[in-house]
């Protein structure tokens, strides 16, 4: 039985296909291709390092562009549901229709298939980014932390392998532990007290052949006393200089 579209009379066609009684261009005509649930998205961002909150997670970014882009491709979908008879609803694109800051508009290209035919629908958000402090910020705002080791240039999966064993063996280690901070080319670890990060320095630079590189760098008075903040930096010995 051919099935024809109850709003323009239309035939069901491969090009404009009829569902549930309606073609693909006037559920497009109609805005009921897709359901825009929430035109409007607030998110966190840092304020400091640029860093925004997808979810639990904060992603570093260089700022707005790299943020919206995070928030696009993970956030915006949850704010859309796919109209009657439409699969595989994704999203293929977007851009920006004011200039990245802290309101933009955003225009999302989503596509999706109505009845075997494949479209492509735009829709505009607006993005909010919340001006916060993430935690790693606030962690080194406050200060409390007397060490950092600072590993660069080392393959991820060994280094990680490494650490787990370690801190698995060692709990006064992971008391010792403030944070742990993924950062390009590496990894950030805060402790409490310098001999921590020496003892990890240590067992990292055996286990994985690393040069050792000490800093310090004063850090105001505490009970009287000069603080000076330890800095270690770890490297492969070839990468040294
Ligand atoms: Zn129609
Ligand atoms: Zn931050």
Known sequence: MTRFCIYCGAEDTPDNPVVEGVCLRCRIKRGEIIEQVKREIRVDFCKVCGAVRIGYKWIDTNGFNEALHHIVYNQLKELVKPGIGVDDLRIDGYELVTSASWRTVVRVYFRGIYGGKEFVYPLDFIVYLNPTKCPRCKMIESGEFEAVVQIRDVHVKDLEKALEKIFSRDKRLRQDLVDYIEVKNGIDIYFY??????????????????????????????????RARLYVSLKPSNLSH
């Open 193 to 226: 007290n310098h001999g921590a990060a020496r003892k990890l320095s240590r067992k990292l630079s055996n286990m994985l052949g690393l040069v050792i590189k000490e800093n310090y760098e004063v850090a105001g008075m505490r009970s009287g006393k000069q």
